[in-house]
């Protein structure tokens, strides 16, 4: 073996670091305003949902029976009842309640968008890697579920085993992938015809290597945008159901369970039980839009 | 007599393509990428195959790799028929055949640093340890002539020709016995053809390499090639070894390429005539009957669009596709 002292592996261990795309994009999403203020209010929203329970007063299922029968005048939000966003109209502490429904709502968002992100990512490059037989067998799969009314489907499930939180991720995880997969499949297509995959191919790289090396790191990108766009959807997906009286159980409840029982009370002088959850919703939206808007330009390979 | 290391057989690929506005249930049109295409390439030659963009010398490329099915025909590797194997064989032979494509930095994946790319044929391969790959990834890079300190860098941060660099590195790095350049250096800045050819041309001599070097034009391939083959429509129409295809050029289509190549003496150039090569090139979906080229050769007869030509040896060594480019005419 010729010697080589420029290459040895210890001197190449101090080489220095490249500037990987995902480092440049990482910089232009920092430059952009709404998308880093969208990620301050996330972060804020997270913050309210992760800490709320230790320093709210009152619990979530917790009845103030001082209240109960004067809603409209003593479960006004107040400082000195400790019912700071007021009460609901049973009485129990709608603080305590939006800490608890933003905790369930970001739950079916973030885990709507990751069943999305991982199945359809992985279903959508497996199918248009392999294309032929293989693809249009498993796009026809695809097809026919989305075909299916999947509020049909939901509401059916709901019924058959009952309303619980995990039938209503099993609902939106059957449904969350499925354009996750057309997306993952259409820029497969699109870079399997590129040379680095061929080069791999040739190589002789195993197929499922390449999906994951090649395809999969070339469709993050679309991939993450789309999923920071999913979760606002699953989040309002959600909140339809329960808007309907399908979604999560009471005592449990959800943005889309409280803005549905404030609405409920809106003649009764009650506004604030509509005007607290609304906020968070509107904001929580909001914030994962300009998050995805954000992150679109940044991975943007256009104007590098 | 041992086979020779690569011999494409009456090689066919043919892609199915869908007429535009037709029904999905209508029978796809058959374009004639390549259409039996012999080639031979020894141990250790160099062998240049020119023809102009759209000849069919990538879909060749890549039918011999494996990219792209044979449709007809075979690719003999060191006598065995490797359009016979089944995937995982054909997997085998990325460590013996490679390839170095026309774009640079197409052929690099984005995501991916210059050590993953290029010890990327070693870990398919191999299974040295992760140090041992740095070690040699670090040799590769020098042998190329780039620092092995930019390992860590990404494909977007080079230039063209330093990208070829990197697409280099990654076809040699498991000393592989061909390597096919498809169109190294026509993406690259006159200016750094030269150095691009120059290092290949290198290798080959140091490593023991053998080569199919493909390029639109002669002007490359002449300097580098042991032999040349001359491709027009998907067809082999003359091949020879590279001073006499230079120096006695007999099909009617490798004469006109050879003109088509400059002097660098401008008052030479100006002053010469030189048979311009008229119209397009046909359409491989349709291609012309009897011999493709007779839509634009200066010496067609009638007789030429009956039967296909075959590549007959005329010397040693020396095939032509033409029975009559020796019987006068305005060439
Ligand atoms: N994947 C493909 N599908 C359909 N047609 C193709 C495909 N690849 C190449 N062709 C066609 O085959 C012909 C030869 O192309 P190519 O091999 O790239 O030529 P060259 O490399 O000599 O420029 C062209 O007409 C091209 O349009
Ligand atoms: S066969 Fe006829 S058309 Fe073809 S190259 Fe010869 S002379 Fe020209
Ligand atoms: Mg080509």
Known sequence: MR????????????????????????????????????????????????????????????????????????????LETGHWFGTDQLGRDLFARTVQGTQISLMVGIVGALIAVVVGTLYGSVAGYFGGRVDGAMMRVVDVLMSIPYMFVLILLLVVFGRSILMLFVGIGLISWLDMARIARGQTLALR????????????????????????????????????????????????????????????TSWGALINDGAAEMRNGTSWQLLFPLGFFVAGLFAFFFIGDGLRDALDPKDR | MTAPLLSVEGLDVTFPVMPRGAWPWTKPAGLQAVSKADLVLQRGETLGLVGESGSGKSTLARAVIGTVPATGGRVMWKGRDVTALDPAGRRKLGREVQMVFQDPLAALNPRMNVGQIVAEPLATHTDLSAKERRTRVGEMMERVGLLPNLVNRYPHEFSGGQCQRIGIARALITKPELLICDEPVSALDVSVQAQVVNLLAGLQRDMGLSMLFIAHDLSVVRHISTRIAVMYLGRIVETAPAAALVADPRHPYTRALIASVPIPDPVRERARSRPVLEGELPSPLNP???????????????DCATARPPLVEEAPDHRVACPYHDRGGPV
């Open chain 1, 3 to 78: 010697t080589a002292t420029l290459s040895d592996a210890s001197a190449l261990a101090t080489a220095p670091k490249g500037r990987s795309l995902w480092a440049d994009a990482r910089r232009r999403f920092f430059r952009n305003r709404a998308a880093v203020a969208g990620l301050v209010v996330l972060a804020l929203i997270a913050a309210f949902a992760l800490l709320g329970p230790w320093i709210a007063p009152w619990d979530y299922e917790e009845i103030d029976w001082a209240v109960l029968g004067s809603v409209e005048t003593m479960g006004r939000p107040s």
């Open chain 1, 193 to 252: 015809g590129k040379e680095f995959v061929e080069a791999a191919i040739a190589t002789g790289v195993h197929p499922f290597r390449i999906i994951l090396r090649h395809i999969v790191p070339n469709l993050l990108g679309v991939i993450i945008v789309y999923a920071t766009l999913l979760v606002p959807s699953m989040i309002i997906y959600e909140s339809f159901i329960s808007f309907l009286g399908l979604g999560v159980q009471e005592p449990l």
């Open chain 2, 288 to 302: 012309p009957s009897g011999c493709v080229f007779r839509t634009r050769c200066p010496i067609a007869r009638p």
